[in-house]
């Protein structure tokens, strides 16, 4: 794995062609790429050969296990590596396991005095390429005194086939895990949900100044995602008296996620801090102090005694 990097690399920078051996003689680039392929362990590699594909020679570095802030950086050598053309974003994607990423809409209802508390009612989630995964009226913990139909789609009927919150909580968080998030104004969905999702696996298309300036909006301003849509993707969503479709802003989500996704997680790794080193112990003294007298009740050593 570590040779068919080294060549990937070797031939994105141009000092390896995928069409022709390297030949010593040849001035411009025998000499540095062998002295390059020759330091592997010190030990000399071949010089011809089929050449792997980039993606194929890269797509190791990242194991299933791999953190967001993983993530976040192989994006950034993603960047200093390739173009910023439409190209390498699909292939950056790719590379970036699309598994790992979600999109999240929830629509909800008015309970509690006069209907101003809000219960979640339905949530529907996506995967990155903008398939339904999951797709569910749920039912309220207390009675509904406002369905919101003209913002929400809710009505009366749809809570005939709703599932109790807790079932569909447990489902949808199940979903959840390991993954990052993405949604608009999602602080208002993990509410409905009542859970908190790790600040770092989550992407608010909300809070996304590239965003903004590609839609040539001001970067503090509050904007919808019926906005956004409008000005990024040429796309009409949440028109009709029918109320929103929680799937249809889900997968508008994603899709505006995908538009700067290299852009927007190369700024993120910029700002990830250093992480602090793990503390050393000595397992031997660790669990030695256990043994220690302090640890042992005082009334059973003076019957031991």
Request: aromatic share 6%; charged share 30%.
């Given at each position: 794995q570590r040779f068919l990097q080294r060549r990937a690399l070797l031939e994105q920078k141009g000092l390896l062609s995928p069409c022709r051996c390297i030949s010593v003689q040849?001035?411009?680039?025998g000499p540095e790429a062998q002295s390059v392929l020759t330091n592997m362990e010190g030990t000399a590699t071949p010089r011809c050969g089929k050449v792997p594909k980039p993606k194929k020679a890269l797509s190791p570095s990242l194991s299933p296990s791999a953190s967001p802030e993983s993530?976040?950086?192989?994006?950034?050598a993603l960047?200093?590596?390739?173009?910023?053309?439409?190209?390498g974003v699909q292939t950056s994607s790719l590379l970036?396991?699309?598994?790992?990423?979600?999109?999240?809409?929830?629509?909800?209802?008015?309970?509690?005095p006069k209907g101003r508390?809000?219960?979640?009612?339905?949530?529907?989630?996506?995967?990155?390429?903008?398939?339904?995964?999951?797709?569910?009226?749920?039912?309220?913990?207390?009675?509904?005194?406002?369905y919101r139909t003209r913002w929400s789609g809710i009505t009366k009927q749809h809570m005939?086939?709703?599932?109790?919150?807790?079932a569909a909580q447990a489902e949808i968080l199940k979903i959840l895990k390991d993954k990052i998030v993405v949604g608009h104004a999602i602080h208002n969905d993990f509410q409905a949900l009542k859970y908190f999702h790790p600040?770092?696996?989550t992407r608010d298309t909300s809070q996304i100044p590239v965003l903004k300036q590609r839609a040539g909006l001001p970067s503090r301003a509050s904007v919808s995602l019926k906005s956004l849509a409008r000005h990024l993707l040429q796309k009409k969503i949440q028109v009709g008296c029918k109320g929103h479709s929680s799937v249809e802003d889900a997968q508008t989500a994603m899709e505006l996620y995908r538009l700067v996704e290299v852009?927007?997680?190369?700024?993120?790794?910029?700002?990830?801090?250093?992480?602090p080193p793990s503390p050393v112990t000595d397992p031997i003294t660790d669990s030695n102090q256990y043994m220690d007298d302090r640890y042992w009740p005082s009334d059973l050593m003076a019957s031991s005694l």
């Open positions: 040849d001035p411009a680039e993530v976040a950086r192989h994006h950034s960047l200093s590596q390739g173009s910023g053309s439409s190209k970036l396991r699309p598994g790992k990423y979600v999109a999240i809409d929830c629509e909800m209802v008015g309970t509690g508390l809000s219960e979640l009612a339905r949530c529907s989630v996506v995967n990155y390429e903008g398939d339904v995964i999951y797709d569910k009226y749920v039912q309220p913990q207390l009675p509904v005194v406002d005939k086939s709703a599932i109790p919150f807790k600040k770092d696996r852009q927007w997680e190369r700024e993120l790794a910029r700002g990830l801090p250093p992480r």
